[in-house]
């Protein structure tokens, strides 16, 4: 992944204890988070790790409120309910690129040429010579070169596709 840096580009990360907070450029964000996994985040902390995290930190943990720790329970039904949407919607999107990826191969395969009967100079008989074997293997290097040529560009439109870009020909 590349990093720009720009002025308009700011990150959110969050500190395990302080929480989120806005870097003024996202690179700054990212060196937080790799330099210091153990304190920095893209996503929130659980509850759990805060709650560690105080504690090693020497700070006095004080009980929740019945209302705080419902609201807790609450957001985690939420979350572990928006997982689960999440889960299926992410398979499904995958079922649909393998779709999309065989679409492209059988594609190919379609507008492929048939394979190329070696033929004998003057109908001649026998075993191939070196000669000619050479010249089959250049043949079959030369098609599946082709056939990589085709299936590159089908990933390449169906990625182009994806992301609303214009597609090349």
């Given amino acids: 992944m590349s990093l720009k840096i720009s002025a308009n580009m700011s990150a959110v990360a ?11 450029y996202a690179v700054d964000a990212h060196s937080a988070v790799s330099r210091f996994p153990d304190e920095w985040s893209h ?37 572990a309910e928006a997982n689960e949407r999440l889960a299926e919607v ?18 190919a395969l379609v507008r492929s040429a048939p394979p190329q009967v070696a033929r004998r100079p003057f109908g001649r008989k026998g075993d191939p010579t070196a000669a000619e074997l050479e010249l089959i293997k250049k043949r079959e290097a030369k098609k599946e070169a082709d056939e990589r040529i085709v299936r590159e560009k089908a990933e390449q439109d169906a990625q ?5 870009a214009p597609i090349t020909r």
């Fill in 14 to 24: 969050h500190h395990i204890l302080t929480g989120a907070f806005t870097f003024p």
């Fill in 43 to 79: 996503e929130p902390w659980s509850m759990e790790a805060i709650e560690r995290a105080r504690r090693e930190a020497g700070e006095e943990l004080e009980p929740l409120s019945p209302e705080e720790q419902e609201a807790i329970e609450e957001h985690a039904r939420a979350v």
């Fill in 90 to 107: 992410r398979r499904r999107k995958a079922a649909e690129k393998a779709e999309a990826d065989q679409i492209a191969a059988d594609e």
């Fill in 160 to 164: 182009a596709a994806a992301k609303g």
